[in-house]
């Protein structure tokens, strides 16, 4: 396993970083700087958990710290799924498994990434946006090789270990990135398909002051695809979101907000100009 993660620490958070929200009895959302990590399962049960995204660079002991304040001295989860493989959602992974001898799940499309074989396009640092899409230029890119430890999904769309829940292929952001969604209670967890803090700008990350908006900026590539992804989710009627980034959202204000923005993202969420944003002949810049 190749992990070139661990050293690319990122100096960026927001005044939630550590504070963890129990979003519903068996679901546990903790922001680590700005991003998100989830723990699916009863809090105080050792066994039977999953850890959904493995966090920035650097954080693998915050995430292993907070795992065990939630399910016991020693606890390690059963596997960890992956929404997608930017360096966010996987920064911590390397140094987990180090840890936790557990298998990885992502999505066939998301394998590559995941196997050393492909890099992501580079962060685009010409969109529309605000002083963290200018920023973006610092992120890592690279691909991570995790060799045998990495599965692909399912095909018949179950969530490994994660009973009740199903897998929705909702690329834009990514090729291969997906959400979960649980019938039972019509819970979501969007990854970046769509987001609950304008990650684009410094001020509303660092305050994380909420507003449901598409996926960052900086790092989708096909905005197209995103739009799609988007009005699928709604179609769910969710009633609890807990996205990648921003505080999770619930009820009334999640059903009226996803359905605007659904139904505008091309002007709310679409930016401008970029190098992934199509012209008006339908070609990139």
């Known amino acids: 396993m190749k992990d070139n993660m661990q050293d690319k620490f ?25 991003v998100n990590v989830l723990f699916a399962g009863t809090a105080g049960r050792r066994e039977g958990w999953v850890l959904i995204d493995a966090g920035m660079p650097g954080t693998a002991d915050d995430i292993v710290e907070a795992a065990e304040e939630r399910f016991g001295e020693g606890a390690g989860p059963e596997a960890v799924i992956l929404t997608h493989g930017h360096f966010d959602h996987i920064g911590a992974l390397g140094e987990l498994l180090k840890k936790w001898d557990v298998p990885v799940y992502a999505h066939e499309l998301e394998l590559p990434y995941l196997t050393g074989k492909k890099d992501y396009p ?55 990135h997906v959400s979960l969604f649980r019938e039972e209670d019509r819970a979501m967890i969007a990854g970046d398909a769509f987001v609950t803090v304008r990650q684009d700008s410094l001020y509303k990350v660092l305050t994380q002051k909420q507003e449901l908006t598409g996926p960052p900026r900086y790092l989708t590539t096909d905005w197209e695809a995103a739009w799609k992804s988007v009005i699928e989710l709604e179609q769910l009627a969710p009633r609890v979101a807990v996205t990648g980034h921003g505080l999770p959202m619930t009820g009334e204000e999640l059903a009226t907000k996803l359905k605007i923005l659904s139904r505008t993202f091309d002007t709310a969420a679409i930016p401008d100009h970029g190098k992934f944003v199509k012209n008006t002949d339908g070609k990139q810049n």
């Open 122 to 176: 580079e962060p685009d640092t010409t969109v529309e946006g605000g002083l963290v899409a200018k920023m973006s230029g610092m992120f890592p890119n690279e691909g991570i090789d995790l060799g045998s430890r990495v599965n692909k999904l399912p095909e018949s769309g179950d969530v490994p270990f994660m009973p009740g829940w199903r897998w929705i292929h909702t690329p834009g952001h990514t090729e291969g």
């Open 10 to 34: 990122i100096p960026v958070t927001s005044i939630s970083s550590g504070i963890g929200i129990p979003v519903l009895p068996d679901l546990y959302c903790f922001p680590i700087q700005v």
